[in-house]
């Protein structure tokens, strides 16, 4: 009886090819891909939020560089630049008897900014209350849900405890003041600070 099949030389070098090559054709299909291993974030646009305490911006500039004004095409343009959907809300008070404050809001409207106002609060001893950090704050609290990115463009300390809960959530949240006057407190909370006159052209006025 015939046990086995005895190859020649040739015959079993040319077995073994074949076997290589069905070894390699497999590890090809089981090999996985390193580039597909590394784990990446789906594809989509970037979302961000901007938020300006325009009043806080406005006393702080103004204290340091006197009569200097904000350039709010400027600011648009530089937080628009990396090609992200970005939301820009401006808060603001305002004199409804004073025409220039008024069309100030109508031009923010018309750069892109989603404006949140209310008129100024005469007190009985004549001061006058103008403040939007609790409009602005809540703003941000409910928003920051449903974006990447949150950009607050003010130096007021108040802030900084909501930065810090925002950050638990995970999102990165940057901030744009003047260094001179924005709080160590809100600096230290933020992920990235961002000196207000190291943007080019901040400070004219066209």
Known sequence: M???????????????????QDVDRLKQQWNVNMDDFIPRPPHRIWRVGAFIDV????????SVFGHTKINYRILRDFLTRDG???????????????????????????????V?????????????KASMDMEMALEVIVSAQYLDEIVLV??????????????????????IGPDKLTSPELIRSCDQFINLAQIDGIFSVD
């Open 55 to 62: 009043q806080n911006i406005y006393m702080c500039v103004k």
């Open 154 to 175: 003010t130096g007021d300390g108040d802030f900084a405890p909501i930065v810090d809960h925002i950050a638990r959530m995970g999102k990165v949240i940057k901030v």
């Open 84 to 114: 992200a959907m970005v939301k820009m809300i401006a808060f603001t008070c305002y004199d409804p008897e004073n025409r220039s404050q008024v069309d100030f809001m109508h031009a923010l409207a018309l750069m892109g900014y989603r």
């Open 116 to 128: 949140v106002a209310k008129p100024l609060k005469k007190m009985p001893d004549g001061n006058i």
């Open 2 to 20: 015939k046990l086995f099949n005895w190859k020649s030389r040739d015959e079993w070098s040319e077995s073994m090819q074949q076997i290589e």
